[in-house]
């Protein structure tokens, strides 16, 4: 059964560093997303990308927050200048359809120092 | 009120109970359905989608009640590996793909 890759499983950063989360969506899925989830909390929504551009985001995702999908391929979510607040666990969603359910990938622990 | 909400237990029950979760979700515009089930520290696994009929895949029953907002899930013969918490997941609106998740409904089932 195909999946969803994510990695690194675990990155560990010195805030204010820059991280880049990478993901390798199921080949046939046209939507992509990328949720979070802080320990303890429910997962959120950050961001959708659909024919190569961001089609829905939240107020999460700020200007320190960026996705891009370069080679269709990998989908990246960077983050420019990290804080204490962005550790989380970061997933990366697909689906073939707007409404479609959507594949989670394993997800990225990202714990800032 | 939250957009998507659930009794965050946790329900304990036997191995071999019957157990039943609720979920409210508060827009009326919300057209997909889902419950997802999230095992410690990884990620969330589509278990079923959730259709106006009700529909049911071995011993999972969900429902879906528009005219109130709420959905369940039903669990006949809880088996150990049953033991999760179960997240009730809304796309709330046609115009949108994010799907909102509720806080989730720890299951433990017991020998």
């Known amino acids: 059964e195909p999946e969803v890759t994510q990695t690194p499983s675990h990155q560990v950063t010195q805030m204010g560093q820059e991280v880049i989360l990478r993901c390798v969506p199921i080949?046939?899925?046209?939507?992509f997303y990328w949720y979070r989830q802080i320990l303890g909390q429910k997962v959120e929504f950050l961001v959708s990308?659909?024919?190569?551009?961001?089609?829905?985001k939240s107020e999460i995702f700020d200007d320190q927050f960026s996705v891009e999908r370069p080679d269709g391929s990998n989908f990246t979510l960077k983050i420019r200048s990290t804080k204490l607040e962005d550790s989380a666990m970061y997933f990366c969603?697909?689906?073939?359809?707007?409404?479609?359910?959507?594949?989670f990938g394993d997800g990225t622990r990202l714990s800032i120092l | 009120r939250k957009e998507v909400e659930q009794d965050p237990g946790p329900f304990n029950v036997p191995e071999g109970a019957t157990v039943a979760f609720n979920c409210t979700y508060s827009?009326?515009?919300?057209?997909?359905f889902f419950w997802y089930r999230q095992d410690c520290r990884k990620e969330p696994k589509l278990l079923m989608s959730?259709?106006?009929s009700g529909n049911e895949d071995g011993r999972f029953t969900a429902q879906l009640n528009r005219a109130s907002q709420y959905i369940s899930l039903l669990i006949r013969d809880s088996k150990l590996s049953d033991s999760a918490t179960y997240l009730c997941v809304v796309n709330p609106d046609t115009g949108r793909r994010a799907l909102t998740f509720g806080s989730g409904t720890r299951l433990q089932v017991q020998p």
């Open positions: 959730v259709y106006s």
């Open positions: 969603a697909g689906g073939k359809g707007a409404n479609q359910p959507q594949h």
């Open positions: 080949s046939n899925h046209l939507y």
């Open positions: 827009n009326s515009a919300s057209q997909s």
């Open positions: 990308f659909y024919n190569n551009e961001i089609s829905e």
